[in-house]
């Protein structure tokens, strides 16, 4: 059973395009990561969200944390290249605070 | 302190053998963690330790794995009589134990078995 569940799974889209990734879950978590992670390397930290509603922007990505503390979105405007890669969510558990789940990811793929 | 380091990187090994991966977490963190991950999944959670005490391993993914971290720094992860389904990459990651607990993950140890 996977906690937490991402769509789209994967995604292709032309540099330029913009582009939202779901994060969802029928549970409640204290806080909630997005990470994104190169083939053979392992996951890198983009944006912590803690507060439900929350909206958070680091250059053309915006991450927002749902209401309920249930569910996020990433939104990528105008990607680039270098946006490629697997992005994953994972939500630290309300109790106990000692575990993090992992979504199921969406492969993002921008074509020059 | 330039973040979490695992070694080795790669590590191919014939089935049955047995096989130890290390960790070192960012120095200022009490909490380390370790993760599995196949292809084109996330991270599945394995354990965790705060300090010198592991105090999450029931999903270790059987008693062929375990894990140590002695003094509190590094973490050492070991797998006995290696199968072909334990060949994914091992992530470890680290993090401080209040706050955000955010994760920072090492480069990962990929396993191959043969």
Request: one cysteine or more; hydrophobic letters at 30%; aromatic letters at 12%.
């Amino acid at each position: 059973t996977q906690l937490l569940e991402q769509s789209p799974q994967f995604l292709s889209i032309q540099e330029g395009e913009n582009l939202t990734v779901y994060c969802n879950s029928s549970s409640v978590f204290s806080s909630l990561q997005w990470y994104r992670q190169e083939p053979g390397e392992g996951p890198v930290l983009l944006v912590t969200v803690v507060t439900g509603g929350e909206v958070k922007k680091l250059k053309r990505l915006t991450f927002q944390f749902g209401d309920a503390r249930k569910d996020s979105s990433l939104h990528i405007t105008a990607a680039q290249p270098g946006d490629t890669g697997l992005y994953l969510c994972a939500g630290a558990g309300r109790l106990p605070k000692n575990q993090f789940y992992f979504g199921t990811g969406t492969s993002l793929t921008v074509i020059p | 302190d330039t973040g979490v380091s695992q070694d080795p990187r790669h590590k191919i090994t014939k089935r049955g053998q047995n096989v130890t991966f290390r960790c070192d977490p960012i120095s200022e963190h009490n909490r380390l963690y370790w993760y599995r991950q196949t292809l084109g999944q996330g991270p599945e959670f394995l354990t965790y330790f705060q300090n010198e005490a592991q105090l999450e391993k029931s999903r270790l993914l059987s008693d062929r794995f375990s894990a140590e971290r002695p003094k509190g720094s590094f973490s050492t992860l070991e797998i006995q009589r290696t199968e072909q389904g334990d060949s994914a990459m091992y992530l470890c990651a680290s993090s401080f134990s209040q706050g955000t607990y955010e994760q920072y993950f090492g480069p990962g140890t990929r396993l191959t078995v043969t």
